[in-house]
């Protein structure tokens, strides 16, 4: 589609969380699909950020797009099952079910989901889920285990934009 994909993660993210990872997995996966399916130009920008919230941390999962918009009006109703808005040439892709099982999924891990969606600007959503950061030792531990006895730059560098473009397209899927 010759969409502009930007990830935007700040150096300070934890690398690890406890949290119910395939849940946020199938979460992102909708909001991403919306995202490029309703965007014709523009970009579609992925955002992870940490907060602390009443002492807990908590980790923000964002979708921003420069797509078609929703009104306000039928803003509500993107979160009953089977509901397809009607958005144009795109009325009969999906089941109606992607926001409806996302803000399910994101309320069973004691989430918070937020919409704000311009016609014809684009569309930000996301949600907030509490984690649980592991101590230093924890950490220390997960990261010998993933990546034997390499270093934080060594890390940076393999899990870099460019990098992960190098690998096979299956392997990025994964």
Known sequence: KGLQFI??????????????????MVCMRHLLTNAIRFTTQGAVVLRVALQH??????????VRDTGIGIAPK???DLFKPFVRLPQGEDDLQ????????????????GGTLHLQSIPQVGTQIGFWVHVHLP????ANKLATEE???LTVE???FALSPEKMLSLPEDWREE
């Open 7 to 24: 990830i935007d993660i700040p150096d300070d993210l934890p690398r690890w969380v406890e949290q119910d990872e395939s849940k946020i």
């Open 53 to 62: 919230h009443d002492e807990q941390p908590s980790l923000l999962f964002e």
């Open 74 to 76: 039928l803003q509500n």
């Open 94 to 109: 999906g089941t109606g079910l992607g926001l409806a099982i996302t803000k399910h999924l994101v309320e069973l891990m």
């Open 135 to 138: 101590d230093e030792a924890i």
């Open 147 to 149: 990546f034997g006895s």
């Open 154 to 156: 060594d890390v940076s």
